[in-house]
């Protein structure tokens, strides 16, 4: 089990291809993003945890839903958390 004392940043490798899995990373740790999903929550490599999220009231309009860094708990709008993997895939593209 993945924990902060014992987590260093590294990109899981899968067994067919040895890349990295296509993942975006918390900006604040570095920790990879996995959906937790029932329909991805097979393809998390062991070891790692998926994201959270929650729901908050947002006075006068729908709720505000956030994403939150299962190894360090930075919490995040979903829209944020898209634009985020966005500029990292952009950067990956770029490297």
């Not at 740790?29 to 062991?46: A, L, N, T, V």
């Amino acid at each position: 089990m993945c924990d902060k004392q014992s987590f260093r940043p590294a990109w899981p490798r899968t067994a067919r291809t040895d890349k990295p899995y296509n993942t975006f990373i918390c900006p604040k740790c570095g920790y990879p993003q996995f959906c937790g999903c029932k329909s991805c929550k097979d393809r998390i490599p062991e070891g790692f945890l998926p994201y959270k999220w929650k729901s908050e009231p947002f006075e006068g309009h729908e709720p505000l839903e956030l994403y939150i860094c299962a190894n360090c708990g930075f919490e995040a709008s979903i829209d944020w958390w898209m634009d985020e993997s966005v500029k990292q895939y952009k950067d990956r593209l770029i490297k």
